[in-house]
């Protein structure tokens, strides 16, 4: 197992073209006919693609700070795409039956099948988006290590969410008690939650962002998603997130060339989820992003990116059967142990 624990410094930001933010549309159907948005960026023939998974009441867009530097770092040696999950975003809503996390695994698929037919690919996962990767890989074990060479976990968990954190107080009177609330008075509900945007912009900042100052356009973006997501997405995957564990997934991807990372001030998945995670896993590199909240991939885009650059390195070599590199610089000066 090789586990290092990461303290990153910032780093600039560098200035992104606009194209680069919308990338290429397309729309693609599920299995079960409702349509997701996709965007892809960077060279169609880019020898890696990486797919960027996001979290429960966010969208692709959570994913935008990064791309800059990634490109910075990865040139046009990779491919992005990112999507909006079923009832997120541009995507279609659907019956609110096939909101889990297993229904979202087999929606990764089918983008994956339409814009990615062919070659290596890395999935990137951020909270709910790492908990969609496990059920992937159990439900699509022939894809890992063969399509599928390398796998980052962000802010996420393998199990458990309940038992730390801020997610202890969802259960399953909450839980059920606000889906029945949302299919019995959505009036009333939708009106609740826009008398309660006032107040969700200083939650976000405490609960999600960490202790670090952050720009007020990162604050801004990330409410904006939260409070763009439908009262219906918010409640319908509420169920499959407290009752999530693929602990017994982990061992079919301990030999794939890994990224865990978390934020040490993360309040909602807390860092331990990550450490146990990564305590499963032979080949990952385990970073803790100091003072970062559960937003780690909006407030420290450039930390992220180094992280997920140097999973990309590490899945390439590791592909090619060439002997497993060194942590980029950024990483491998700041090991803590």
Same mark, same amino acid.
């Given at each position: 197992m090789t586990i290092h624990t990461v303290t990153i410094d910032p780093q600039p930001v560098p200035r992104a073209r606009a194209a680069d933010h919308d990338g290429h549309r397309h729309t693609v159907a599920a299995d079960d006919g409702t349509p997701l948005s996709v965007r892809d960026h960077g060279p169609a023939d880019a020898p890696l693609t990486v797919v960027f998974?996001?979290?429960?009441?966010?969208?692709?867009?959570?994913?935008?700070?990064?791309?800059?530097?990634?490109?910075?770092?990865c040139g046009g040696r990779v491919r992005v795409v990112t999507y909006d999950h079923r009832g997120h975003g541009a995507s279609g809503t659907a019956d609110a039956t096939t909101y889990t996390i297993d229904q979202l695994g087999h929606d990764l698929d089918a983008v994956l099948r339409a814009i990615v037919p062919t070659?290596?690919?890395?999935?990137?996962?951020h909270s709910m988006g790492a908990m969609v990767l496990l059920s992937y890989a159990r439900?699509?074990?022939?894809m890992i290590g063969t399509r599928v060479i390398g796998a980052g976990f962000i802010a996420?968990?393998?199990?458990?969410?309940?038992?730390?954190?801020?997610?202890?107080?969802?259960?399953?009177?909450?839980?059920?008690?606000?889906r029945l609330a949302v299919r019995r008075a959505p009036r009333l509900m939708y009106a609740s939650k826009r008398l309660s945007r006032r107040l969700l912009t200083p939650i976000v900042r405490? *609960?999600?962002?960490?202790?670090?100052?952050?720009? $007020?356009?990162?604050? /801004?973006?990330?409410? =904006?998603?939260?409070?763009?997501?439908?009262?219906?997405?918010?409640?319908?995957?509420?169920?499959?997130?407290?009752?999530?564990?693929e602990t017994a997934t982990l061992p079919q991807l301990a030999d794939l060339p890994t990224l865990v990372l978390s934020g040490s001030a993360d309040l909602l998945v807390p860092f331990t989820h990550s450490a146990l995670l990564a305590a499963q896993l032979r080949h990952t590199e385990l970073v803790r992003v100091d003072g970062a909240g559960h937003s780690v991939?909006?407030?420290?885009?450039?930390?992220?990116?180094?992280?997920v650059a140097a999973l990309t390195e590490? *899945?390439?070599?590791?592909?090619?059967?060439?002997? $497993?590199?060194?942590? /980029?610089?950024?990483? =491998?000066?700041?090991?803590?142990?």
């Amino acid at each position: 197992m090789t586990i290092h624990t990461v303290t990153i410094d910032p780093q600039p930001v560098p200035r992104a073209r606009a194209a680069d933010h919308d990338g290429h549309r397309h729309t693609v159907a599920a299995d079960d006919g409702t349509p997701l948005s996709v965007r892809d960026h960077g060279p169609a023939d880019a020898p890696l693609t990486v797919v960027f998974v996001h979290g429960h009441c966010l969208r692709g867009e959570s994913w935008a700070f990064l791309h800059p530097h990634l490109r910075q770092h990865c040139g046009g040696r990779v491919r992005v795409v990112t999507y909006d999950h079923r009832g997120h975003g541009a995507s279609g809503t659907a019956d609110a039956t096939t909101y889990t996390i297993d229904q979202l695994g087999h929606d990764l698929d089918a983008v994956l099948r339409a814009i990615v037919p062919t070659g290596p690919i890395v999935l990137v996962g951020h909270s709910m988006g790492a908990m969609v990767l496990l059920s992937y890989a159990r439900q699509f074990p022939a894809m890992i290590g063969t399509r599928v060479i390398g796998a980052g976990f962000i802010a996420g968990t393998s199990g458990r969410l309940t038992t730390m954190g801020l997610a202890r107080y969802l259960n399953r009177h909450t839980v059920g008690s606000l889906r029945l609330a949302v299919r019995r008075a959505p009036r009333l509900m939708y009106a609740s939650k826009r008398l309660s945007r006032r107040l969700l912009t200083p939650i976000v900042r405490e *609960a999600a962002l960490g202790t670090r100052r952050v720009g $007020p356009r990162v604050v /801004a973006v990330a409410t =904006a998603m939260i409070n763009e997501t439908r009262l219906e997405t918010m409640a319908g995957f509420l169920d499959s997130l407290i009752h999530f564990d693929e602990t017994a997934t982990l061992p079919q991807l301990a030999d794939l060339p890994t990224l865990v990372l978390s934020g040490s001030a993360d309040l909602l998945v807390p860092f331990t989820h990550s450490a146990l995670l990564a305590a499963q896993l032979r080949h990952t590199e385990l970073v803790r992003v100091d003072g970062a909240g559960h937003s780690v991939i909006l407030e420290r885009a450039a930390e992220v990116g180094v992280a997920v650059a140097a999973l990309t390195e590490r *899945a390439l070599h590791a592909f090619a059967g060439a002997p $497993p590199q060194r942590p /980029a610089p950024e990483l =491998a000066g700041a090991v803590a142990g």
